[in-house]
């Protein structure tokens, strides 16, 4: 088991088989809270992997991998 470290690249993660603790079912409450999110988090905390999640998971091209 490969773990990320400085990793912000979600499909890249997924597809060389990193460790990733699976946020996606949280994706149902982000969208509920309203528009505009702010996510203030340290360094390192994860918050440009959490937005590429969101990225790979909207996009229609990859619609099949979810």
């Known amino acids: 088991m ?16 990193y460790f990733y603790a699976d946020r996606t079912a949280h994706i149902h409450s982000l969208e509920q809270v309203g528009k505009h999110l702010l996510f203030l988090r340290p360094r390192r905390f994860g918050k440009s992997l959490v937005l590429s999640m969101l990225e790979n998971y909207y996009d229609v091209a990859k619609a099949d991998a979810f």
């Open 2 to 17: 490969k773990f990320p470290y400085g990793i912000a690249d979600f499909y890249g993660l997924i597809t060389e088989g």
